[in-house]
């Protein structure tokens, strides 16, 4: 089998904000032979704009597809909002001309065109489905056996089914098997498919705030060491953030939170 070839996505908040996942990500993508290829030039996803201008975040979106054509790869992302935008945008152009003819008028401006001929995955669906599981175990070299984690897939890698559609969404097993292949124990534990809350935070606080709180209680409660994460804002709500949730509840969790790879 030939070694995976991917584009390589970093997105917006990974760079800037957390560039220990981007880290791990590349050592371990070296390890088990993936070749990533720099991105040229590329911008935003779009995501943040979505709520405000649905045909900015389709162009902004576009314009990274037709990159990705014009160098001939697929794309990887380690951010579950670029998946679910740039797959959103792949799989809505592809099907509506009329749209894709109105998004090409604004890519025309900047010398490009959206033809629908590239693919995006997430970090691990090109795990799970490129390298393949037998080949991951094979590659680990200090078992990580005894230690006890929990993990959060998130919402953007498993939501909406008809754009991202790869795993279930009510019982996601990829990331679970990805940790068990590492020797550790993944442990179940209440509503561990609902939102972290980070997307409403700009918003209001208290909200996500509660609903990253009654996560982590769950995860505290099944006896978790860790907890396991494969998107930035995820991260970010239960890593960053965890001394302002404690701080807001006057509660102590001492929750480590771990980047998947």
Same mark, same amino acid.
């Given at each position: 089998?030939?070694?995976?070839?991917?584009?390589?996505?970093?997105?917006?908040?990974?760079?800037?904000r957390?560039?220990?996942?981007?880290?791990? #990500? &590349?050592?371990?993508?070296?390890?088990? /032979? !993936?070749?990533?290829?720099? @991105?040229?030039?590329? %911008?935003? *996803?779009?995501?943040?704009?979505?709520?405000?201008?649905?045909?900015l975040?389709?162009?902004?979106? #576009? &314009?990274?597809?037709?990159?990705?054509? /014009? !160098?001939?790869?697929?794309? @990887?992302?380690?951010? %579950?909002? *670029?998946?679910?935008?740039?797959?959103?945008?792949?799989?809505?152009?592809?099907?509506?001309?009329?749209? &894709?003819?109105?998004?090409?008028g604004?890519l025309?401006?900047?010398?490009?065109?959206?033809?629908g001929?590239?693919?995006?995955?997430?970090?691990?669906?090109?795990?799970?489905?490129?390298?393949?599981?037998?080949?991951?175990?094979?590659?680990?070299?200090?078992?990580?056996?005894?230690?006890?984690?929990?993990?959060?897939?998130?919402?953007?890698?498993?939501?909406?089914?008809?754009?991202?559609?790869?795993?279930?969404?009510?019982?996601?097993t990829?990331?679970?098997?990805?940790?068990?292949?590492?020797?550790?124990?993944?442990?179940?534990?209440?509503?561990?498919?609902?939102?972290?809350?980070?997307?409403?935070?700009?918003?209001?606080?208290?909200?996500?705030?509660?609903?990253?709180?009654?996560?982590?209680?769950?995860?505290?409660?099944?006896?978790?060491?860790?907890?396991?994460?494969?998107?930035?804002?995820?991260?970010?709500?239960?890593?960053?953030?965890?001394?302002r949730?404690?701080?807001?509840?006057?509660?102590?969790?001492?929750?480590?939170?771990?980047?998947?790879?």
């Amino acid at each position: 089998m030939s070694n995976p070839k991917y584009l390589l996505f970093p997105g917006c908040v990974i760079p800037y904000r957390l560039s220990s996942y981007e880290i791990s #990500a &590349r050592k371990v993508l070296a390890k088990l /032979n !993936v070749e990533i290829v720099e @991105m040229p030039e590329y %911008n935003c *996803c779009g995501y943040p704009m979505d709520v405000i201008n649905h045909d900015l975040m389709l162009t902004l979106a #576009a &314009r990274n597809l037709c990159i990705a054509e /014009n !160098v001939g790869l697929p794309i @990887m992302t380690l951010c %579950n909002g *670029c998946f679910c935008s740039l797959n959103e945008t792949n799989k809505i152009l592809k099907e509506d001309k009329k749209l &894709r003819d109105k998004i090409n008028g604004y890519l025309k401006e900047v010398g490009m065109e959206f033809k629908g001929t590239t693919e995006v995955k997430h970090l691990i669906y090109v795990l799970s489905e490129d390298v393949g599981y037998e080949r991951i175990k094979n590659a680990v070299v200090k078992p990580l056996t005894g230690i006890r984690v929990a993990q959060h897939s998130g919402c953007h890698v498993l939501r909406p089914r008809k754009y991202v559609g790869r795993d279930d969404p009510e019982n996601p097993t990829t990331l679970k098997e990805l940790i068990r292949l590492t020797g550790a124990e993944c442990l179940d534990y209440m509503d561990e498919t609902e939102c972290c809350g980070n997307p409403i935070i700009g918003v209001n606080e208290d909200v996500p705030f509660q609903m990253a709180k009654e996560k982590l209680d769950h995860v505290r409660t099944v006896g978790a060491q860790a907890l396991i994460t494969v998107c930035p804002f995820c991260h970010i709500m239960f890593d960053l953030n965890q001394p302002r949730i404690e701080r807001a509840f006057n509660e102590k969790f001492n929750m480590p939170v771990l980047h998947y790879p």
